[in-house]
């Protein structure tokens, strides 16, 4: 659903193509898009790649003590996706990170941190495989939206 609310407004769907329609590609790596990864996962899928409603995630997790004591060994993981698609100046803000999930514990989840995944990845390969109708404002059209992971960042071990 979060996905689907960037198009709600002209001016956030116009963001969320800004990789494709606006950017200025000079041969710079000025945003993810110019990439060596967003390329080679454009020419791997190409269906995926000719239409820029489709959006890109980096999914981001890492543990913190929500206590600030060394003493207690409690931790909580957030789990956040961010729409890559966005412009720099966009991308990275707080406003546009969205918490999946929430992995809570006395200590952190290791091995078992699949478990709690789980959801979070039948959803994803939803969005990657069938797509969910949504509505563009700025063009006034509906389409099929998909998404697709195309990095992690996290603090697990290799």
């Not at 001016?11 to 800004?18: E, F, G, L, V």
């Not at 966005?86 to 290791?110: A, E, T």
Request: proline content about 9%; some cysteine; hydrophobic content about 35%.
């Amino acid at each position: 659903k979060r996905l689907q609310r960037l198009f709600v407004s002209p001016k956030s769907a116009t963001d969320c193509k800004w990789h494709d329609e606006e950017h200025t590609r000079d041969g710079l790596i000025r945003h993810t898009s110019d990439a060596p990864a967003w390329k080679d996962f454009d020419a791997k899928y190409p269906k995926f790649a000719e239409d820029s409603h489709n959006i890109r995630l980096l999914i981001c997790a890492d543990g913190f003590n929500p206590f600030r004591t060394m003493n207690l060994s409690y931790s909580i993981w957030p789990v956040v996706a961010i729409p890559l698609n966005l412009p720099p100046w966009l991308c990275m803000k707080q406003q546009n990170f969205i918490l999946r999930l929430l992995i809570p514990g006395p200590k952190s989840p290791g091995r078992d941190i699949d478990v709690f995944l789980e959801p979070l990845i039948d959803d994803l390969n939803s969005l990657l495989e069938e797509g969910v109708r949504t509505y563009d404002a700025s063009t006034g059209k509906p389409f099929n939206l998909h998404a697709a992971v195309l990095s992690t960042t996290s603090d697990l071990p290799g």
